[in-house]
């Protein structure tokens, strides 16, 4: 019955940096391995980032030198963050385990990069 809660996302101009913040709605740690996806409506689910149990991460290629995953176990919350944004950022934001578990789904955060 776990599910994610995104929050974060909103408008910003090419350059501009977002962090994007994920909760779970039930008993669950973030220190599980955990990944941010992202998806346009008519696309398919990209895999932005992971952070595996044991701290190791790996990054879309189109994102690697701009975003970093990152984790707070304090406030059980796994971040995003995002930098140098670029319009083709543009997506519903999602984060899940890795790998995703389908009942997991949340709604998302929308970022969207337009001058």
């Known amino acids: 019955q776990v599910q994610f809660v995104e929050s974060g996302g909103g408008l910003v101009q090419p350059g501009g940096s977002l962090r994007l913040s994920c909760v779970p709605s039930r008993n669950f740690f973030v220190s599980a391995s955990m990944a941010w996806y992202r998806q346009v409506p008519g696309k398919e689910r990209e895999l932005v980032a992971t952070?595996?149990?044991?701290?190791?991460?790996t990054y879309l290629d189109s994102v690697k030198d701009r975003f970093s995953i990152f984790r707070d176990n304090a406030k059980n919350t796994l971040y995003l963050a995002m930098n140098n944004l670029v319009p083709e950022d543009t997506a519903f934001y999602y984060c899940?385990?890795?790998?995703?578990?389908?009942?997991?789904w949340g709604q998302g955060t929308q970022v969207t990069v337009s001058s």
């Open positions: 899940n385990t890795y790998p995703e578990k389908a009942e997991y």
């Open positions: 952070l595996t149990r044991i701290g190791r991460t």
